[in-house]
């Protein structure tokens, strides 16, 4: 398996709470990503970075935000929850530059918002 | 908006047959790749096929990808009861690869 963890895996939040989650990879691979896995709609992108401090929005980035402070680690935060942002979130890692357009997936975090 | 859509949406077949998926897509792309999700678990790659390719094997896996239709298959042969899961295609932007777009994904059973 591809060096990535996600934490933590499970969490139950309330509504209007803030929520950090951390993916982190042993990969040094320069791209990662955040999805969110619900059902009926796939997989969609939240954010994604391009390396450290580098981060752009994807599909469906509204109440979210991202940071990247070293190559390692990549978080997502949910400023204030809201019942919509229940979902199986996944950190993804690739490193497309070198011709390995192949991404990553780490096991994912189940987040309810009550 | 999807990129990718997956043919049928669930597929229930007995061990030994052979299961097809199909993903349609809307924009010309660099290249298609097929993921694999057992429930619970992360996607795990299965096999990229290039836009200049026709079809590729690995395995029991036989991708095939037809441009001037925008469409890809992804034949599993003599199936197994462990092949039960999801199937995910996702496609790149042809400016660039560096992000996905994922299908809604082929939920497929394998009955023993």
């Known amino acids: 398996d591809a060096g990535i963890t996600q934490s933590p895996r499970h969490k139950v939040t309330e509504t209007g709470t803030p929520v950090t989650l951390r993916c982190h990879q042993t990969e040094n691979h320069r791209y990662m990503y955040w999805y969110r896995q619900d059902p009926g709609h796939g997989l969609r992108l939240i954010h994604y970075s391009y390396g450290v401090k580098d981060t752009d929005k994807g599909e469906v980035s509204d109440g979210y935000s991202v940071s990247r402070s070293k190559t390692e680690d990549f978080l997502l935060t949910l400023e204030s929850a809201t019942s919509s942002q229940t979902s199986v979130y996944f950190c993804?890692?690739?490193?497309?530059?070198?011709?390995?357009?192949?991404?990553?997936f780490g096991p994912g975090t189940r987040l309810l918002v009550l | 908006s999807q990129q990718g859509e997956e043919d049928p949406q669930a597929l229930s077949i007995q061990e030994g047959e052979n299961a097809t998926m199909n993903c349609s897509y809307k924009?010309?792309?660099?290249?298609l790749q097929w993921y694999r999700q057992n429930s619970g678990r992360g996607l795990v790659h299965l096999i990229l096929i290039r836009s200049n390719e026709r079809e590729k094997h690995s395995g029991r896996l036989r991708v095939t990808l037809d441009t001037s239709k925008k469409s890809s298959s992804l034949l599993i042969t003599a199936s197994r009861a462990a092949d039960t899961a999801s199937y995910f295609c996702?496609?790149?932007?042809?400016?660039?690869?560096?992000?996905?777009?994922f299908g809604k994904g082929t939920k497929l059973t394998v009955n023993p």
């Open positions: 996702a496609t790149d932007m042809q400016g660039g690869s560096e992000k996905l777009v």
């Open positions: 924009t010309s792309i660099n290249n």
């Open positions: 993804a890692i690739s490193e497309p530059s070198s011709g390995r357009e192949t991404q990553y």
